[in-house]
């Protein structure tokens, strides 16, 4: 059984960081393409950041890079979400997931239950 494990999350102020993590378990990590998404009640979920299974090649949408770093641990089995700088809109429930492609968000089939990212102004 796939278990994804999000934490990190929390109340913040605007210009605070939060490292975002995910543990994963019940799969070969290291053969999975992982991505952080993230969404807001009345919104579309927005991928936010992917990463290869090698952790070689990355994706960020022009919204969040420079701020977003996604990383990944093969031997913990566990990736990462550096976020910097974070505003009012970032508000959101953050989902890590496992897939077979980072650039293809359709390839995710494994989801975590989030963790909620608040930013106050």
């Known amino acids: 059984q796939v278990d994804l494990q999000e934490s990190g999350g929390g109340l913040v102020q605007a210009g605070d960081s939060l490292r975002l993590s995910c543990a994963a378990s019940?799969?070969?990590?290291?053969?999975?393409?992982m991505g952080w998404f993230r969404q807001t009640p009345g919104k579309e979920r927005e991928y936010v950041s992917g990463?290869?299974?090698?952790?070689?090649?990355?994706y960020y949408p022009d919204s969040v890079k420079d701020r977003f770093t996604i990383s990944r641990d093969n031997a913990q089995n566990t990736v990462y979400l550096q976020v910097n700088s974070l505003k009012p809109e970032d508000t959101a429930v953050y989902y890590c997931?496992?897939?077979?492609?980072?650039?293809?968000?359709?390839?995710?089939?494994?989801w975590g239950q989030g963790t909620q990212v608040t930013v106050s102004s």
């Open positions: 997931a496992a897939g077979t492609f980072y650039l293809n968000v359709r390839s995710y089939q494994y």
């Open positions: 019940g799969l070969t990590f290291s053969n999975y393409a």
């Open positions: 990463i290869d299974s090698s952790g070689a090649s990355k």
